[in-house]
């Protein structure tokens, strides 16, 4: 191999050449500043220069800007986040979705929305996409299994989306489901959990700043395994609330059943808030360990977002609403 003396290096010679193409076309199309570069310190994927080449036919979202309540933590490779998932409906064990959720077709793709609101319908990811400035959010996820990652969340806020079905004062909660068919998602073949999946947040939850309609990630739509075309991301929750490959958005008045309380009540609940202090019965949920270290973390209270969403719980027993 001939090693060259630093000064003969280039920036396009120490970076493969297809890549470094890539980022430059990826940081144009992402509508990036060089302030805006600079500001991250390692560019605004913290220097994933990998991540274009691993997914050649992704595609990139077009004026990408950075939105509110990022953490400046090390985010989680590209590699990290779109293969080691939970997305049943393709397989149980966590390299599954990446390995076999090619057979999911986000496009064409509706939602269709009803319940207590005014504006019923069916809407189409299209138009949806087009609602809001799409943000860069950098946030922290925590898994019930005690697993965390850092991911660069691409999305607007649920609000805004739900704003435009003009919800009813009837309306307490929201249902979101994910598509059932089998021959796009096989793992529906198996009853490994009650499909379709369902999850819901309290209307005021789901309304909150921080909860994002995510539609991309490391400013990429949606990989298949990561939930595409459209999924919620509640921070400051376990990760089973943040429902993937939403077609169907109910407006409520009841708490809606969600799946995994649905299946073990004793051990899930509804509100799934993130709490070091509640264990899930057969396991500590006192720490964790953020994918790629080796030493465990200490979980902090609603994942570290407790100053924007404790009083969203003020006076409720998160013991019982656990
Ligand atoms: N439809 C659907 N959504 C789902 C799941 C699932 O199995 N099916 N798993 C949940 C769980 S347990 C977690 S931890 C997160 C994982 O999201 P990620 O793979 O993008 O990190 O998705 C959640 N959303
Ligand atoms: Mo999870």
Redesign the pocket.
């Known amino acids: 191999m001939l090693i060259k003396k630093a000064p003969d290096l280039s920036e396009s010679e120490v970076t493969p050449k297809a890549l470094f193409v890539k980022r430059r076309e990826f940081i144009a199309a992402a509508g990036v500043t060089a302030a805006a570069v600079a500001t991250n310190g390692l560019g605004l994927f913290g220097g994933n220069e990998e991540v274009a080449a691993q997914n050649p036919d992704a595609q990139k979202l077009p004026n990408l800007v950075k939105g509110p309540f990022g953490t400046d933590e090390k985010m989680n490779s590209y590699k990290d ?1 779109t293969t ?6 393709f397989g149980t064990r966590k390299e599954d ?1 990446a390995a076999y959720a090619h057979t999911l077709r986000p496009r064409p793709w509706s939602v269709v929305v009803e319940g207590q609101c005014g504006k019923p319908g069916t809407y189409n990811i299209e138009d949806i996409m087009k609602w809001a400035p799409i943000e860069e959010r950098i946030y922290r ?1 925590r ?3 005690a697993w965390s ?1 850092v ?1 660069p969340w691409a999305g607007y806020p649920m609000s805004k989306f739900l704003e435009r079905f003009q919800p009813t004062s009837r309306a307490k909660y929201v249902e979101f489901r ?1 598509l059932v068919d089998t021959k796009q998602m096989p793992g529906q073949t198996e009853p490994a ?1 009650p499909w ?2 369902h ?1 819901g947040l309290r209307m005021d939850e789901a309304m909150h700043p921080l909860t994002l309609l995510g539609l991309g990630l490391y400013g990429e739509v949606l990989p298949n ?3 595409a075309p459209l ?1 919620l991301v509640v921070p400051w929750k ?8 939403i077609v169907r958005v109910s407006f409520t008045e009841t708490e809606p059943v969600n ?2 309380k649905k299946m073990q009540s004793a051990e899930y609940g509804f509100y799934a808030n993130v709490n070091p202090q509640v264990d899930h019965p057969r396991w500590s949920q006192g720490s964790e360990r953020r994918l790629g270290e080796f030493f465990r973390r200490k979980t902090l209270m609603f994942n570290g977002y407790g100053d924007r969403v404790a009083s969203l719980y003020a006076g409720m027993d998160l013991r019982r609403n656990y």
Not at 84 to 89: K, R, V, W
Not at 238 to 245: A, E, L, N, T, V
């Open positions: 986040v080691y998932n939970n997305f049943y409906e979705p996820m898994c019930v299994e990652m991911i994910t959990l379709p999946y999850e395994q990561n939930g999924r376990y990760g089973f609330k943040s429902i993937k490959s799946t995994w």
